[in-house]
């Protein structure tokens, strides 16, 4: 029989500097004992097994289950003034990786490609090694998305592919540790370590800190499980490692959670309340970014642009938050801190050279001083992602987004108005709840009206805990919301089409990245607006020192004449090697 125990762990530690004051909590459901006692091993196993005893007697005298689910729920704070040390579970070398190889694999969107990683700077600390290689790990871990259900469902197809890989490997004398990270193990914790006997580890979004322990606990042949949300962690002090070293541009976290609340999203239940990043540790880590050479970074947050930095007293001051005219918001309304725009300035500062983009905003936080910045600064990019969701005034009010269509259009006019030439996409859900032909029409309309460059649609996929799923009924039948999702695609990659031609006939800038996935004679790279642009891989002058002929590497800004355009992306040949500085003067 298994005996089912659990731990929970709360402390406000200085380990990682003032500005975290962790908080953690485990659940881990022991598995036989026997299973750990039965091996006969030569002496270092032997030794082994007698520690991991050990390390069992000592997880024994945690707190029980039901204390941990108590106060799951219960606010961090009350919490941390509850318990006052954390027992001494695990010495230090248990959780040291001791090579290790790890395999991590990321799902869903970029804030969880920069969490990857976030874990994996962590673990690196900790020494382990990482791997590429699936059959070499040790461990996987899989970085989860819940926004939709099928997104999830992809998971558990993925566990069920790597059961037979974790079944062989447990005849082996290093068994292999399988463990979810980020939303999914947030939303359906124990859920999880109940339906898949297979999975080894849990850590929610705001516990990556925690996974040398999580693992070194999975080690000793339990469940070992965090998923507690912080109200204040932004993993400030970890610089995440670059996965590829090559890589021309990175992702920098700069907030985390969301308070929007909108009917329909999961997010402010995985990913918790919304936070910002000491502005600091933001520039710090754009600096080092900037002199490993890579040229460009994407600020990233749920609500990017609500970033607030409340860390510094002298700019607290009661100073009222400018929405975007005609939007309202759903939360509280805050004050004072360090805004967006403030962040934007310093960070653009940091390297004339490299290019600054943001994603994803909220369209409520858009006030002038932002839109003037992004006009004026040659280096933050004229590309605004501004999620409508719907197109119909009554779908956004069920959606609670704070606005009608007409301040949405409205914005986009002012936008357009505010900076020249900008680049615009955004999120569409189709068939959510109560969302009629009308609606639907709406949509498509608004969808004619404002001719985005990129668009990102989906279908609705009602989620658990939200107030959608309490309050609304998901009565767009499936094939309803799929053939009004065709129809979306549809006119965006009509009204994509037309919009990108314009630049038919111009020499745009593009940072290049690589060789193209196609073809090894062509070169690919991104425009101003992030759009993928194809050219020949020719040689060409360098405005730097005329006279040379250079071919272009990643990393590189070259001149591009775009001769033709679709829905996705632009192709031209390339005209010269430049800078970003010097190309204004071309564009
Ligand atoms: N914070 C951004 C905003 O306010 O628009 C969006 C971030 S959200 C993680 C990314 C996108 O996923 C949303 O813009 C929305 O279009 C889509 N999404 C969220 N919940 C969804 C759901 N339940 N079903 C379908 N799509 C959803
Ligand atoms: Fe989700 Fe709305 Fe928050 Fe965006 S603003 S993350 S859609 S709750």
């Not at 002496?43 to 024994?60: H, I, T, V």
């Amino acid at each position: 029989m298994h005996s089912l125990q659990c731990v929970l762990q709360v402390q406000r530690s200085l380990r990682w500097g003032p500005m975290a004051s962790v908080s953690w909590l485990s659940l881990r459901m022991c598995m036989a004992h026997s299973s750990l006692s039965s091996t006969t091993c030569p002496n270092p196993e032997r030794q082994e097994d007698g520690a991991r005893k050990d390390f069992s007697s000592r997880l024994a005298t945690g707190p029980t289950l039901q204390y941990f689910l108590r106060s799951a729920s219960a606010p961090q704070e009350k919490l941390s003034s509850e318990v006052e040390d954390p027992p001494p579970y695990l010495m230090m070398d248990e959780l040291l990786g001791r090579q290790r190889k790890v395999y991590l694999e990321t799902y869903g969107c970029q804030m969880n490609v920069n969490d990857t990683e976030i874990a994996w700077s962590i673990l690196q600390k900790s020494g382990y090694l990482r791997t590429s290689n699936l059959q070499e790990a040790d461990v996987i871990l899989l970085v989860t998305c819940s926004i939709r259900e099928k997104a999830e469902q992809t998971i558990w197809n993925r566990l069920h592919q790597l059961k037979a890989l974790k079944t062989r490997r447990l005849r082996s004398r290093v068994p292999l540790r399988i463990g979810i990270l980020g939303c999914m193990a947030e939303r359906l914790k124990e859920e999880i370590l109940n339906r898949e006997k297979m999975v080894d580890v849990l850590a929610g979004p705001d516990a990556y800190r925690d996974l040398p322990r999580l693992l070194a606990v999975a080690e000793s042949g339990q469940q070992a499980a965090n998923v507690l949300l912080s109200l204040d962690e932004t993993y400030a002090d970890v610089m995440p490692v670059q996965t590829s070293p090559s890589a021309t541009s990175a992702f920098v976290s700069i907030m985390r959670g969301c308070d929007n609340m909108c009917t329909y999203c999961i997010v402010p239940f995985t990913r918790g309340r919304e936070r910002s990043r000491p502005v600091a540790s933001i520039l710090e880590e754009v600096r080092k970014l900037s002199e490993q050479g890579l040229k460009e970074v994407t600020l990233l947050g749920q609500n990017v642009n609500s970033f607030r930095d409340n860390s510094e007293v002298q700019f607290n001051s009661a100073v009222s938050t400018n929405l975007s005219r005609g939007f309202t918001t759903n939360c509280k309304t805050k004050q004072g801190g360090l805004r967006f725009a403030h962040l934007l300035d310093q960070v653009s500062r940091v390297d004339p050279e490299m290019r600054i983009r943001f994603t994803s905003p909220h369209p409520k936080d858009f006030p002038d001083e932002v839109l003037q910045l992004i006009h004026e600064r040659d280096n933050i990019c004229k590309q605004i992602h501004l999620p409508a969701q719907s197109g119909s005034s009554r779908v956004l009010e069920a959606m609670r987004r704070g606005y009608s269509r007409e301040a949405y259009v409205a914005l986009v006019h002012h936008i357009r108005e505010s900076i020249p030439g900008v680049s615009l996409s955004s999120d569409f859900i189709a068939g959510f709840c109560g969302e009629t032909e009308e609606d639907h029409v709406q949509t498509v309309s608004l969808l004619r009206e404002v001719q985005y460059n990129m668009g990102f649609l989906f279908a609705y996929s009602m989620r658990q805990k939200t107030r959608a799923y309490h309050r609304l009924k998901d009565d767009v039948p499936e094939e309803v919301k799929l053939r009004r999702l065709e129809e979306l695609i549809t006119v965006f990659r009509e009204e994509a089409t037309k919009a990108n031609q314009t630049a038919v006939g111009c020499t745009q800038l593009v940072l290049v990245e690589g060789l193209s996935k196609r073809s090894a004679a062509d070169l690919c790279g991104r425009n101003d607006g992030n759009l993928k642009v194809i050219f020949p891989d020719a040689e060409m002058e360098d405005v730097s020192n005329p006279g040379l002929r250079v071919r272009a590497q990643p990393g590189d800004y070259v001149l591009v004449q775009i001769t033709s355009a679709g829905s996705q992306t632009l192709k031209g040949h390339v005209l010269c090697r430049t800078t970003l500085k010097d190309s204004s003067a071309y564009c």
